[in-house]
């Protein structure tokens, strides 16, 4: 069983850059796409950006395409999203997990959720 550990989150300002990181331990990621969504207070997590497990297919959410990267480095089973021109409206919880499902961007395709890292932006 694979378990996901986001890392990186942080309080930054309105600008500024941050680079998460989704560790698998306990197994590798496989031939699996891997996304990135966030969550807020009272709110269902949203899709941020996801990629496949031989990075041929790379895909955001529109709000996000153009600011965030998502990578990964299967050597070290770690998927990273680079994300630049944070906005006050991108502070959230954010999650990596697991998919079968290629392309999907819907919450309940994942599984092997992580903790989560809590990001946040001031203005």
């Known amino acids: 069983q694979v378990q996901l550990v986001e890392s990186g989150g942080g309080l930054v300002q309105a600008g500024d850059s941050l680079r998460l990181s989704c560790s698998a331990l306990?197994?590798?990621?496989?031939?699996?796409?891997v996304g990135w969504f966030r969550q807020t207070p009272g709110k269902g997590r949203e899709f941020v950006a996801g990629?496949?497990?031989?990075?041929?297919?790379?895909y955001y959410a529109t709000s996000m395409k153009g600011r965030f990267t998502i990578s990964r480095d299967n050597a070290k089973n770690t998927v990273y999203l680079q994300m630049n021109g944070l906005k006050p409206e991108d502070t959230a919880i954010y999650y990596c997990?697991?998919?079968?499902?290629?392309?999907?961007?819907?919450?309940?395709?994942?599984?092997?959720w992580g903790q989560g890292t809590q990001v946040t932006v001031s203005s």
């Open positions: 990629i496949h497990w031989a990075g041929d297919l790379t």
């Open positions: 306990g197994s590798a990621l496989g031939t699996a796409t």
């Open positions: 997990a697991r998919s079968w499902a290629y392309g999907s961007s819907r919450a309940t395709d994942f599984a092997s």
